[in-house]
């Protein structure tokens, strides 16, 4: 059977030996992360090694345990970036105002920043 987007085959081993990465500098073990994210040990080893599909649930639930964020941009991912939520807020509110002009993004902008809305 071959993989009908080969992309996402390189896309996903990417993630895998990222998360690989930071569990090993964290100095955790594929116990405790798969204990923590509630997931089975296979599982795990197969993330890490890229031949299983990650969801983004438990891409989400990984990056906490490492005290990461998980960044989707455009058709684009940067996984697991040790971004701080400010960081985080200032990187959506870029990708928000390279949007068009409209009442959606300037709340959702406004909202990132903490501004209230204008009437």
């Not at 059977?1 to 594929?30: K, N």
């Not at 005290?67 to 959506?92: I, K, M, Q, R």
Request: hydrophobic share 40%.
């Amino acid at each position: 059977m071959t993989d009908r987007h080969p992309r996402g085959v390189e896309q996903r081993r990417a993630l895998g030996r990222q998360l690989r990465a930071h569990r090993q500098a964290s100095d955790l073990t594929l116990r405790q992360v798969k204990d923590h994210v509630g997931t089975g040990k296979p599982q795990m080893q197969a993330l890490e090694t890229g031949t299983q599909d990650v969801l983004l649930g438990t891409a989400i639930d990984i990056a906490a345990v490492y005290g990461l964020h998980l960044v989707l941009a455009g058709d684009h991912h940067l996984p697991l970036l040790n971004l701080s939520s400010a960081e985080v807020a200032t990187l959506l509110t870029a990708a928000l105002t390279a949007l068009p002009d409209g009442d959606v993004r300037d709340r959702l902008v406004a909202a990132l920043q903490g501004t209230p809305e204008s009437a």
